[in-house]
């Protein structure tokens, strides 16, 4: 008897705990983030597999999900357009040349939309490979050429410094480059971006001011870092600079990637290092 009470009670006090952490937020916003998706590197942390990630875009489909563009997020917040019955966000960091070798083939076999925060001193041109390995960035035609349907942009730096080590003046510099160099290059960007290296400066609130009059110097309007939570909906006007997104793992099982896009992973890993 024993062998059944004891796993069921487990389950039920899971499922009690798992509500009470998520519950308010399950009829929020999911945010996703990726980085690589590749079909020769090894997954990681920052790189998923590309047929993991068919099964991913698979998945949302079957659940009926509606894949959303950042303009769908503005319009819903500044113009109350609706938004579809169960919106995703899929947002992708920096980037990387496999977002159009890789994912734009499975966003147009699918129909889905992404975003991404593109590093604009990272994108190549024919004379200009930018400062990291040759070939793992975008060039900037491949930028244009996605972006006519399936995906947008936002900003995420110049060079992907970390905010944190730059003072208010070069945060400021930074942001005027990039947004200049998307300019020269013709790629059009939303006004949105992510945090470089996910700092936010959560622990110093008086920089953190700062930074927002910076970002909206800019004319950004919204911000992302990420807090593996949903948003709730309707999106709170006062967090639109710290907006959450659910880090996608490349080493994450299919089950972890649904718990995930429920904003449950955080409590289901704090689970697993008790029962260790
Ligand atoms: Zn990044």
Not at 18 to 36: E, I, R, T
Not at 168 to 187: A, F, P
């Amino acid at each position: 008897m024993v062998y059944i009470i004891v796993p069921a009670a487990f389950l039920v006090i899971c499922f009690i705990l798992m509500y009470l952490y998520a519950g308010p937020f399950m009829k929020g916003l999911p945010v996703l983030v990726y980085h690589k998706i590749s079909s020769t590197k090894k997954p990681d942390f920052l790189t998923v597999a590309t047929s993991r990630m068919r099964e991913h875009l698979e998945y949302i489909t079957k659940k009926g999900y509606t894949t959303i563009f950042f303009t769908d997020l503005i319009d819903y917040v500044e113009k109350g357009k609706p938004l579809p019955k169960k919106p995703l966000m899929i947002t992708l960091d920096d980037g990387f040349r496999d977002n159009y070798t890789d994912l734009y083939p499975l966003l147009k076999e699918f129909n889905c939309k992404a975003n991404i925060f593109i590093v604009a001193g990272f994108v190549q041109t024919p004379g200009n490979l930018g400062p990291r390995a040759e070939g793992e960035f975008m060039l900037a035609e491949e930028a244009k050429t996605i972006c006519k349907d399936h995906v947008q942009y936002g900003l995420h730096t110049m060079y992907h410094k970390n905010y944190h080590e730059l003072s208010l003046e070069e945060i400021d510099e930074d942001m005027r480059v990039s947004k200049q160099r998307l300019d020269e290059l013709g790629i059009p960007y939303q006004p949105i971006f992510a945090y470089s290296w996910a700092y936010y400066f959560k622990d110093n609130p008086v920089k953190q001011a700062e930074v927002f009059g910076i970002l909206k110097k800019h004319g950004v309007r919204y911000a992302f870092k990420v807090g593996d939570r949903l948003n709730p909906l309707p999106i709170n006007l006062s967090k639109r600079l710290v907006l959450n997104r659910l880090h996608m793992n490349g080493s994450y099982s299919m089950w972890q990637y649904k718990m995930a896009l429920m904003g449950f992973i955080r409590i289901v890993q704090r689970l697993k290092k008790i029962l260790k």
